[in-house]
């Protein structure tokens, strides 16, 4: 086998073991960041089935609420009538 031969192989060798490596190390990081998307999958699934009831639970704070408005509403007009008595407003 001649020198220059001998040269040519083994800089091929030396080539192909660099993109093993290489390749090694993007297939690990692959790996990795499919577990994380994973975990973060599983946690977008956990928030969406802990908002799920909200909405219903919103329409009845709403109701709750609006009958609060009306009983404050009242109590303010009550206020206000005080007010013109007593000459406070």
Known sequence: M????????????LVVLALAGY???IAWSLIQTRKSVTAIANGLE??????RPLPEKLTTI???LTQLLAGLQA???HL???ATVF???
């Not at 001649?2 to 060798?13: G, N």
């Open 80 to 82: 206000g009538r005080v």
């Open 2 to 13: 001649s020198l220059r031969l001998s040269l040519t192989l083994i800089t091929v060798a």
């Open 23 to 25: 390749l090694i190390a």
């Open 75 to 77: 109590a303010d007009r």
């Open 46 to 51: 956990a928030v969406a089935s802990h908002v």
């Open 87 to 89: 000459k406070l407003g």
């Open 62 to 64: 709403n109701g709750a």
